[in-house]
């Protein structure tokens, strides 16, 4: 036995109708764990390269953790990991909710699906009992509708269902995987692979359990945590406001300039307020709600009582209020809930929606393009039906949505309009504005997967056993000294948590060390916390040898023209990181043990984190 672990992947090959199970070494197990990490090693071992994302040699692979359906707290986070058909490279996506503890409950550590359905199906899974079924009637709903048909026909309303929506049918580009009717999966297009394969949805039912090497100190650490966390300030306005905030923190977001606005033409957005969390929860009904074994439950539900939003929906987080407010300059919060809750059922990936339509409303408003190219849509800053009109566009890959479909950086060089757009490595940054934090840049710069949320600086802060005095200037917004060094340490930090599957919101105030002991606890490992972060450099390490070896364009880690330019205002008024970002770049390849000017990962590196298979792929 291997505790922490079922020790069971289910493998689907499409093609060929076959469904087995099959298992994993526990020498690999220790060496990358689980999550993004050890999806990472699946796909650098199964998919060679020059694969078509979308083509049958691809992978779609789902991985839990060995803390998830276990008393860690928060642990209920999976990962879906492919070759991304947005940028080519890595393609990461984590959600939350009950899907994947339910996963590992019905007795899988993963599922690995290849291949291509003849037709459109879904998978069943009832702890032992797996099967594919027809999913021909539910291809064309929605991902809500989805979920609630499958239970019904299942005549199980406590199974789990994950999902695409018709974006993801579509093979939007930018497609995402939606669980639980509100968490998502959301970058790097893993919904447009799911789709290509046409896999609808995926339902899990566990009855299981996780055994533990030593329950008592997994109960013990629990206490800990808890007690930890209750008296945390930061921990109790996250459960009480969620990530889009109280009022200070929304002003502080938009008085440094990190809150996108209107394409990054300025920063100033006078109604800040209404995208706050602390707006929200007071001016509407709210009821909070959690995910599995989460103690903070920063999720809600909304109900607008009135108007042409009227309905229960769930609430928008952080990213969807900057995503379909101030990046649109959009301030009529229901209509952001109503652009949200048509995201979340269209199965699309906000982030890159929200950049993908303001490129085209910058377009439209500067004359790049006429009324008649947008098909006679009025494209005004806060027009929330005209964005609504365009998303639906975009979904059905229909006239000038087809276009948008392929993503920021092809819809910009299709359009003549590049220097109007916003991404690095193919994709779009999350929602922020880069020109107003350097640290935030440099960190999405080297992200391995795009500008994905991989780790940023002050996240060292949240964690009371991280010493960031050995960082002293990287905190400062606009200064390029230490950037790379804490960078990287901001990184394994990050990716740490999504190794073990914990969520991010319910860590202030918390050691790390306590990650490190609740694994130990849990597998028996005699693990310490030198060896944690030497795991997680191993699969960022390796997913930098699959990119290098895929090496979709000219040149990795640099952002476009848009994210340096000089802000017109705000703090970052007069100043730009073009200048000293290759030396911050250089500056963590060379603290990653990489070639400082290539990124190339060095022989002594590779040997060193037990990689010596990937020499022949980047030095020959």
């Known amino acids: 036995m291997i505790y922490g672990y079922t020790n069971s992947y289910l493998r689907i090959d499409l093609a060929n109708n076959l469904i087995k199970r099959e298992n994993l070494e526990e020498k690999v197990l220790r060496k990358f764990i689980g999550g993004v990490n050890l999806g990472i090693k699946i796909l650098y071992d199964e998919v060679p390269p020059g694969i078509n994302p979308l083509g049958p ?46 996963l590992k409950l019905a007795g899988y550590d993963g599922i690995i699906i290849q291949g291509i359905a003849d037709k459109p199906i879904y998978v069943d899974i009832n702890n032992d009992r797996v099967q594919v079924k027809d999913a021909s009637h539910l291809w064309g709903a929605d991902t809500y509708t989805t979920e609630d048909l499958i239970k019904k026909e299942l005549g199980n309303p406590k199974v789990r269902v994950l999902c695409i929506g018709r974006a993801g049918e579509n093979l939007v580009k930018f497609s995402c995987i939606e669980n639980d009717q509100g968490h998502v999966a959301g970058r790097c297009g893993v919904g447009t692979v799911m789709g290509s394969k046409k896999v609808k949805a995926i339902a899990v039912h566990g009855t299981g359990k996780v055994a533990v090497a030593d329950p008592k100190r997994v109960i013990a650490l629990r206490k800990k945590w808890l007690e930890i966390s209750s008296k945390n300030p930061a921990a109790q306005r996250m ?7 109280d009022y200070e923190r929304t002003k502080k977001r938009h008085d440094s300039g990190d809150l996108p606005t209107k394409n990054l033409t300025t920063t100033l957005f006078p109604e800040w307020r209404k995208l706050s969390g602390e707006y929200i929860r007071t001016m509407y009904q709210t009821t909070k709600t959690s995910c599995f074994n989460c103690h903070i439950g920063h999720d809600y539900l909304i109900e607008i009582s009135s108007g042409p939003y009227a309905g229960k929906y769930v609430g928008p987080e952080y990213e969807a209020t900057a995503a379909f407010g101030s990046n649109l300059g959009i301030s009529d919060t229901e209509a952001i809930v109503k652009l949200n809750d048509l995201a979340n059922r269209y199965g699309i990936d906000l982030i890159e929606c929200s950049w993908v339509t303001s490129l085209l409303m910058e377009c439209y408003e500067k004359g790049v393009l006429s009324k008649e190219a947008i098909e006679n ?7 929330a039906e005209a964005v609504t009109k365009i998303m639906e566009k975009i979904v059905n890959r229909e006239g000038i949505g087809n276009t948008l479909a392929e993503g920021v950086e092809k819809t910009a060089n299709m359009l003549g309009a590049t220097e109007f ?4 490595n193919g994709m779009s940054p999350a929602l922020h504005d880069l020109r107003h934090n350097w640290g935030w840049l440099i960190v999405y710069t080297i992200a391995f997967a795009g500008p994905t949320h991989q780790g940023y600086i002050p996240l060292l802060s949240q964690f009371s056993d991280i010493d960031v005095t050995q960082f002293p200037l990287a905190m400062g917004n606009f200064t390029p ?44 490992w005699d693990m310490d916390i030198h060896e944690f972060f030497k795991v997680i450099e191993r699969g960022i390490t390796l997913a930098r040898c699959f990119n290098l070896r895929n090496m979709p364009r000219k040149e990795l880690d640099w952002p476009s023209e848009r994210i340096l330019q000089v802000p017109a205002d705000g703090p970052a008024k007069g100043k730009t990181a073009k200048k000293t970002l290759k030396g911050m770049i250089s500056e963590y390849y060379h603290a990653m043990g990489w070639e400082e000017r290539t990124g190339r990962p060095s022989t002594d590196t590779l040997k060193n984190l037990d990689l010596e298979y990937a020499i022949p792929d980047i030095w020959g």
Request: with cysteine; proline share 5%; glycine share 14%.
């Open 377 to 383: 849509i009025e494209l005004e800053w806060g027009d």
């Open 421 to 424: 757009a916003s991404y690095i």
């Open 57 to 102: 040699n691809n992978r779609l692979i789902f991985v839990t953790t060995p803390l998830l359906g276990t008393l860690t707290p928060a642990a209920c986070q999976y990962a879906v990991v492919t070759k991304s058909p947005l940028t080519g490279l890595v393609g990461i996506g984590r959600s939350k909710g009950f899907w994947g503890p339910a």
């Open 481 to 524: 000294f230490d950037k790379g060094q804490a960078g990287k340490r901001a990184q394994l930090a990050w990716m740490g948590l999504d190794c073990l599957g914990i969520c991010r919101q319910a860590i202030y105030g918390i050691p790390y060390g306590i990650l490190v002991e609740f694994l130990a606890a849990t597998t028996g």
């Open 239 to 245: 459960s009480k406001f969620g990530t889009a905030g």
